[in-house]
């Protein structure tokens, strides 16, 4: 099972780095966690082509992780694809494919009227819990909830096939429940956004920035924690994602290793773990 780092910036936006997505993959068999911006150039560069974009598995509303679905949506379907795009995704998510398609209705219906006989886009959305939520192509995939508040519900994602057992964080701050989910993994790919690094300018809802930084640090994880999360959870490899743009990466794994003595990979989009 293969596992590439299609995007890992965060909501600023930073030219080395697309918005947050992940592709698994066994064989033939796909699977896309998060449509962050850019997601689609970032599949067709790890050799995936618009008619077979897969299924999409979202891991909470917030915009950098779904930006994106409604390019993945209306390009596979421009290129001739009429299987319903599924997506898989918390409570909540159909909601938002409704919207999406509201949005799109427009644009969908210019292009119908110089087609033949083409039927609008399908999309089948399935809203999880935790517990396991799909099996395909020797392929067993689980959704666990993850500490995102006030971001709720909020999900992590662990795939088993081929021998190789592989954990998604999603957004989250150090979460019991997401190391009881990955103890042991070959590979957990987890979030490091450093909030330290954040910006500020006067109007942006928070009167300082201290403040800012320690609203927003409070829901993910951070450098002095990260390298926590990984020794309880012991997995084969350490993958840090989600990174703002003036992170160091030499700093983040400085502050990983302080505690987890397994070895450390900074992520790089298109990178393969």
Known sequence: MRAVLLGTGSPPPNPKRRGPATLLALGDERFLVDAGSGVGVQLVQAGVRPYDWPRVLITHHHSDHMIDLGHLLITRWIVGQNAPFEVWGPAGTK???????????WDIEIRRAHMVKRERPRVTVTEIEEGKIIEAGGV???????????????VGYRFEGGGRRVVVSGDTRPSENLIRWSRG???LIHECCEMAKTSWVPGCGWPTLEE???????YHTQPEDI?????????GTLVITHMMPASVPAELEAAAKRHFDGP????EDLLEV
Do not use: E, W
């Open 95 to 105: 909601r938002q494919m409704d919207k999406l398609l509201d949005y799109l209705d």
């Open 140 to 154: 067993t995939v689980s959704a666990f909830s993850v500490d995102h508040d006030p971001v709720k519900p909020a």
């Open 185 to 187: 993994v070959d590979c």
């Open 212 to 218: 800012k930084i320690k609203d927003l640090a409070s």
């Open 227 to 235: 390298g926590r999360v990984a020794k309880a959870a012991n997995p």
């Open 264 to 267: 450390v990979t900074i992520g």
